[in-house]
């Protein structure tokens, strides 16, 4: 078949089609439609949070391959990075050492979430950021192994830092999502 043929087939379709006697779809339907694409569009933060706690903690975890958090490594072996930090105070060390752990979640989250749950997030980013710092904090002054307690300057310091990386993570994977158009992973 010739290249005008298929043309004049499908002009000839389209007019058919446009031709066609108005059919509207039933209300229930166009509302059902509607609502999927305003839930699409406008995710919920619960669930949006949800989802970001996923990503922290597998995310989180892999940071513990190399840079243990309060005492908790997965490898005995991880202390390098620690006395680098360490150059830098105690304070600085905690500091360090949040922004890691937060801004691992915060990077993995822009490539892996839609860019509308993306930007519920960056509307919300201090309530979610600042809620799992202090899920995490909370977990690892569970789980440590320290027999004293944490002076509570270094946790806000660990605080401070986890959400400054987790601010600084959101806005750089949000912006290379943009500008690289790479399709969103986790739906």
Known sequence: ??????????????????????????????????????????????????????????????????????????????????????????????????????????????FLLRLEEIRVIRKTKFLQLALLALLSLGCFLAFSEQERAMPIGLALAWLVGSVAGGFFSIQLGWKLRLHTRLPSFYR
Not at 11 to 25: D, G, I, N, Q, T
Not at 60 to 88: D, K, N, S
Not at 95 to 106: E, M, P, Q, R, V
Request: hydrophobic share 50%.
């Open 1 to 110: 078949m010739k290249e005008n043929d298929r043309q004049r087939d499908w002009l000839r379709e389209y007019h058919a089609f446009e031709s066609a006697s108005k059919v509207r779809p039933p209300a229930v339907l166009s509302r059902e439609i509607k609502s999927i694409f305003w839930g699409d569009l406008n995710p919920s933060v619960a669930r949006v949070f949800a989802k970001l706690v996923v990503i922290h903690f597998v995310a989180g975890t892999l940071t513990l391959l190399f840079c243990p958090q309060f005492g908790i490594a997965l490898f005995e072996r991880t202390h390098a990075l620690i006395e680098f930090f360490l150059h830098f105070g105690e304070h600085g060390c905690m500091i360090a050492c949040g922004a890691i752990f937060l801004g691992s979640t915060g990077l993995v989250a822009g």
